[in-house]
C-alpha cells in the first residue's frame, strides 16, 4: 500500500491528473465493521464501503439467491440497509458504495417501497451528519434495472444535504470514465455541481 501511494503521489506531480489510492471494503456486520486492518486503511487516500453480503449471514455470494432469501426478501433488505447505515457511521469511511444494492436485495428487492420509509431516511440522514457520499454507481445503471423508487434515496440525501458520489464502478476498460447514465440521473433528481463529491485533495 505503502508503494502504490508513492506511485500515486509520483505519476501526479507535474500532471494534469490527480491520483489517489482507494480501497473498496466490505461491510461485514451490523456494527459497520469492514475487512479491511486498521494500518492499510490508515494508508488510503479514500475508502469506498460497500456491502457484498447480508450481514452476520454466513453465505458464500453465490449461493445468496436461495429460496429463505427470496421468501425473506423485506426483512433481508432491511437488514442490509441497517448494515449500510453502520458503515456510514465508521470513522474511516468517505463513500457509501452501491446503496440498496447487494447481490441478494439488488436481485430481489422490487421496490423501496417494501422496506419501511424510516430506514431510508435515517440513512440520508447519517449520510449528511457523518459527511460521507452516497454512490450513484455507474455499474447497476448499465446491467440493472434500479428498483422502482430508487431515485427516491438519492432525493432524500439531497435534502438533507449529503453528497453524491459518481462513480463508473468499471470492470473492464471500455466502462471507464463511462459517466453519460450518471449525468442523466443527475439531471433526473435536479443535482447541482455542488452536489457532486469531491475528495479533499481535489477541493
Known sequence: MRRMKEVCR??????KTRFLLGVEADIIDLDGCLNIKPEIAAEADLIIASLHIIPGIEMKWRKIASGKVRADRRKVAERCIRGEIAGLKNPRVHVLGHPLYVISVGRYLKSIEEVDDGLLEEMADTAAKRGVAVEMNGHFFREYTPPKGYFQLFKMCLER???LSTGTDAHI???????????????????????????AEFE
Not at 509520483?10 to 500532471?15: A, L, Q
Not at 459517466?179 to 475528495?199: F, M, S
Open 173 to 199: 476498460r471500455a466502462h471507464v470514465g463511462d459517466l453519460e447514465n450518471i449525468h442523466q440521473a443527475l439531471g433526473r433528481i435536479n443535482a447541482k455541481p455542488t452536489d457532486v463529491y469531491v475528495p
Open 10 to 15: 509520483t505519476i501526479s506531480k507535474g500532471s
Open 161 to 163: 444535504g449529503a453528497k
